[in-house]
């Protein structure tokens, strides 16, 4: 068993291919975060500039069996992350050698925490898969098997636990009566995002995140360059709807992200990019479900209505269009977004568990 820190461009190409191979030819795992990976390892993504790596691999008999990036992100000091992390099959030795190298690297870089299942920014994923192993993953979301959670438990890890909502768009509901909406419309105006106008919208959509995340366990603060990256990289696949926010007094003071499921629409060797934008156009009757990926609201106009007016206009653009979607994760311990969920969805979907450990 050999670890190899992945410092030359073919050692890194091969933790990249390996990371692929995970997903592709598989019927149930799309591959949609290899271009993060990428731009992470080649240091070509804008987080690059804030975020300490080291790729690691474990190879036996010549062969990879597990990689990951350990990274702490500088505006995160108190966490390294076990971040990209992927196991051909289960290898208690391997988790080992792993884990021995990040206690040293966090005792290197000062860090108190050790946390796994997040991929840098909880932008771009939280959570390893706790069950429905069978269904089909879903876009933004991890995929990957049951015993992933062994090597956590095993050394004992705080599992945080967080769930997906889904709701069948076909059933008839009322979100608002038109008495609670007429209250809500003189208070809330919702508005789709102008991409024409990217730095702007990417300036706003960043002001709302790092106010109403800032408390989050996972959440750091973003700087706009990172959220404008984001939007670029999906410039081709959203649309001006897909990105709503709600304003007061003319003041952007909420934010919903949602869009179609785009694996149903990649075939199993397809990494997400121009071939999946051409086939929203020639598989879009195959589009079926949507993804309400992300949602925020500044502190002080939580728990006002600001959420439902989100909720209200993002229900009328996709009435008709879809026949289910699929919340973001939501953690278990987070009361108002679970509530809601609860209240409005039809019930929970998936199971997720982020992982932490604190180091004595």
């Known amino acids: 068993m050999e670890l190899i820190i992945a410092n030359s461009r073919k050692e890194k190409i091969e933790i990249l291919t390996f990371y692929k191979s995970q997903y592709l030819d598989n019927p149930l795992r799309r591959d949609s975060l290899s271009g993060l990976l990428k731009g992470i390892l080649f240091e070509t993504s804008v987080m690059s500039q804030s975020i300490k790596i080291l790729p690691l691999m474990v190879k036996k008999d010549g062969i990879i069996i597990m990689s990951c990036i350990l990274a702490k992100a500088l505006r995160m000091e108190d966490y390294l992350q076990i971040s990209f992390f992927e196991s051909r099959v289960y290898n208690k030795e391997a988790f080992d050698i792993i884990y021995s190298k990040a206690v040293e690297i966090s005792k290197l870089w000062n860090t108190q925490k050790i946390c796994a299942s997040l991929n840098i920014h909880v932008n771009y994923g939280l959570g390893f898969l706790a069950d429905s192993y069978d269904k089909p993953q879903s876009f933004g979301m991890a995929h990957n098997d049951e015993f992933i959670h062994r090597y956590f438990n095993e050394y004992n ?194 199971n997720y568990v982020a992982y932490v450990k604190e180091l004595k």
């Open 157 to 350: 890890f705080q599992p945080i636990p967080m769930v997906t909502f889904y709701k069948n768009m076909e059933k008839e509901f009322t979100l608002l009566d038109e008495r609670l909406r007429a209250r809500i419309s003189k208070r809330y105006t919702v508005r789709p995002a102008d991409f024409n106008n990217m730095e702007h919208e990417a300036k706003v959509y960043t002001r709302i995140n790092n106010d109403a995340f800032k408390d989050h366990p996972f959440y750091y603060k973003r700087v706009e360059a990172e959220d404008l990256e984001l939007f670029k990289d999906f410039k081709l696949l959203l649309k001006k709807d897909n990105l709503i926010f709600v304003e007061r007094d003319g003041k952007e003071v909420g934010f919903m992200l949602w869009y179609p499921d785009f694996h149903q629409i990649m075939d199993q060797r397809e990494t997400i990019g121009l071939k999946t934008v051409i086939n929203t156009l020639i598989k879009k009757k195959k589009l079926t479900k949507f993804k309400i990926v992300e949602m925020g609201i500044i502190k002080e106009e939580q728990k006002k209505g600001a959420i439902l007016a989100l909720f209200d206009y993002c229900f009328n653009v996709t009435k008709g269009r879809f026949k289910s979607f699929e919340s973001g994760w939501v953690l278990k311990e987070n009361i108002m977004s679970g509530n809601f969920g609860y209240k409005w969805a039809d019930g929970v979907e998936k």
